[in-house]
């Protein structure tokens, strides 16, 4: 007798190991009972994204600027309109949604600090950042440098939003700024 890691079916594409393998139902369901799995679904879908970085043509990263939690959090959300897809299908498409804003070649990582607070970034997603800031009509200069002109603009921006004014491109301001 042979077993397949898809036994039940859920994927006949592809063998999916582990967690990947369950329905989102399932999956939902069990984090009402113990909200501590997420933790085991966020290490899945990150081993997960970062095999993807690794096999996706033209892909370095493709969460540049998104957390771990995060991510998991929008594929988790993903699941609960689709309780009968499986783990691995939502995280295929999520990935498919993550290609177009991916970094598609190495990019050095700057450390920020601003009044007691470091925010590490890739170079890139600053430089994106900065374009999206000018592209909305914020005064700023679009040189590589994250000097004083670009902390207002994005303070600004923050205060738009309603959001707190670090001057620092958090999650959140992120969020708002590439949606």
Not at 72 to 88: I, K
Not at 114 to 130: C, H, N, P, T, V
Request: net charge negative.
């Amino acid at each position: 007798m042979s077993t397949t890691a898809a036994a039940d079916g859920l994927n006949p594409r592809a063998a999916v190991e582990g967690l990947g393998n369950q329905r989102c139902g399932a999956i939902i369901n069990a984090l009402k009972e113990d909200t501590r799995l997420v933790a085991g679904y966020a290490e899945w879908l990150s081993g997960f994204l970062t095999a993807a970085n690794m096999y996706e043509p033209d892909t370095f990263d493709l969460t540049g600027w998104q957390t771990k939690h995060y991510f998991t959090s929008q594929v988790l959300q993903t699941c609960q309109n689709r309780p009968e897809a499986a783990l691995s299908d939502v995280a295929v498409a999520y990935v498919g949604f993550l290609r177009e804003q991916r970094l598609k070649t190495p990019s050095d990582m700057i450390v920020l600090r601003q009044q007691g607070s470091d925010i590490a970034q890739y170079e890139a997603i600053l430089d994106r950042m900065k374009m999206r800031l000018k592209e909305l009509g914020y005064d700023i200069q679009t040189d590589g440098a994250f000097g004083a002109d670009v902390q207002v603009a994005l303070k600004s921006f923050q205060a738009d939003k309603g959001i707190a004014q670090s001057g620092l491109p958090d999650l959140t301001t992120l969020t708002l700024l590439f949606e």
